[in-house]
Antibody
Framework: EVQLVESGGGLVQPGGSLRLSCVDS????????MNWVRQAPGKGLEWVSY????????HYADSVKGRFTISRDNAKNSLFLQMNSLRAEDTAVYYC???????????WGQGTLVTVSS | DIQMTQSPSSLSASVGDSVTITCRAS??????LNWYQQRPGKAPKLLIY???TLQSGVPSRFSGSGSGTDFTLTITSPQPEDFATYYC?????????FGQGTKLEIK
C-alpha cells in the first residue's frame, strides 16, 4: 500500500527555519516526481514546489522562491522541504503529494502543520 | 500564471440530487485539469484527472468533462460521504494553480 508520511512541522518564530520530511513507502519512489502543497488555516490549496524523479527539474511558487528548497534522497525514499526566512503567511498544513498520470497527484500525505508566530 | 475560477463557492443539495461544479481557466490548459475532494481535517483525494478520467476506486457517480478553458464536475445522486469541498487544479504549467474550492453541503 502506498503511504506518504510527513514530519518536521511545528512552531517557529518569524525569520526562523524548519525542514520538512516526507517518507514514502509502498512504491518505487525514485520513479515519481513529487510536490509540496500547503493549506493555510481555513483557506484553499496552494502549490509550493515540484521536483522531478531525478532532481533534474525543480520549480517553486513565487511566494517561496529564494526561501524554500526542495530536495530528495531516492536511496532513502525521502522528500524534503527546507524552509528559511519563515513568515507568518507561511503558516499552513504542508502536504507532500506524488505525481501520477497527466501530472495529477494521486497520493498525499496526512500533512504537517507549520505555525510561524512570535 | 493561469487563474482557475470555480463556481459556485458553496452549494447546498439533498442526497440524491445531481450537482455540477464549474471551473474556468484564464487560458487554455487543454485537458490538464484535475479534480480533488477534501473532507474536513483530511488530505485531498484525487477524483478525476485529465478532465474526464475517473481515478481508480472513485465511484462512477463522479464524472468530469471539458477541455480548453471550461470544465465541469458532476456528482450524480451525491451520497452523505460526498459532502465535502471540491477543488479543480490545472497541471498544464507551473505554477500549478487551484480553484478556490466549492463546499458542498447537505440541504
Amino acid at each position: 500500500e502506498v503511504q506518504l508520511v510527513e514530519s518536521g512541522g511545528g512552531l517557529v518564530q518569524p525569520g526562523g527555519s524548519l525542514r520538512l520530511s516526507c517518507v514514502d513507502s509502498g512504491f518505487t519512489f525514485s520513479t515519481y516526481s513529487m510536490n509540496w502543497v500547503r493549506q493555510a488555516p481555513g483557506k484553499g490549496l496552494e502549490w509550493v514546489s515540484y521536483i522531478s524523479s531525478s532532481s533534474s527539474t525543480i520549480h517553486y511558487a513565487d511566494s517561496v522562491k529564494g526561501r524554500f528548497t526542495i530536495s530528495r534522497d531516492n536511496a532513502k525514499n525521502s522528500l524534503f522541504l527546507q524552509m528559511n526566512s519563515l513568515r507568518a503567511e507561511d503558516t499552513a498544513v504542508y502536504y507532500c503529494a506524488r505525481e501520477a498520470v497527466a501530472e495529477s497527484w494521486d497520493y498525499w500525505g496526512q500533512g504537517t502543520l507549520v505555525t510561524v508566530s512570535s | 500564471d493561469i487563474q482557475m475560477t470555480q463556481s459556485p463557492s458553496s452549494l447546498s443539495a439533498s442526497v440524491g440530487d445531481s450537482v455540477t461544479i464549474t471551473c474556468r481557466a484564464s487560458q487554455t490548459i487543454r485537458n490538464y485539469l484535475n479534480w480533488y475532494q477534501q473532507r474536513p481535517g483530511k488530505a485531498p483525494k484525487l477524483l478525476i484527472y485529465a478532465a474526464s478520467t475517473l481515478q481508480s476506486g472513485v465511484p462512477s457517480r463522479f464524472s468530469g468533462s471539458g477541455s480548453g478553458t471550461d470544465f465541469t464536475l458532476t456528482i450524480t445522486s451525491p451520497q452523505p460521504e460526498d459532502f465535502a469541498t471540491y477543488y479543480c487544479q490545472q497541471s498544464y504549467s507551473t505554477p500549478f494553480t487551484f480553484g478556490q474550492g466549492t463546499k458542498l453541503e447537505i440541504k
